[in-house]
């Protein structure tokens, strides 16, 4: 069943998805294909000397990721995954 994207609406939403997403990078339970920026992207993510994260350093892929990895994070797959064999 298809669940539209929450986007947030305060900055304070915001900064909690790019923390959530950096903090998956850091701790490895995200991972990425050979080729693509989206560690990159969200690893050029800079702080401001307030510790607020700068807007102005994020990047389309670092945003998208950022949200897609929020919305999924207590998402449940159920059989979803499963192949053909029930695997």
């Given at each position: ?7 947030p ?28 920026r ?15 994260i ?33 695997r």
């Amino acid at each position: 069943m298809f669940t539209p994207m929450h986007t947030p609406l305060t900055r304070a939403e915001f900064e909690e998805r790019m923390n959530f997403a950096r903090e998956q990078l850091k701790n490895k339970k995200m991972y990425f294909a050979k080729g693509l920026r989206g560690p990159d992207s969200l690893l050029n993510v800079r702080h401001l000397p307030n510790r607020r994260i700068d807007l102005l350093s994020i990047d389309e892929m670092a945003r998208l990721t950022a949200n897609q990895s929020y919305q999924m994070r207590n998402m449940n797959f159920g059989g979803t995954l499963l192949d053909n064999k029930g695997r």
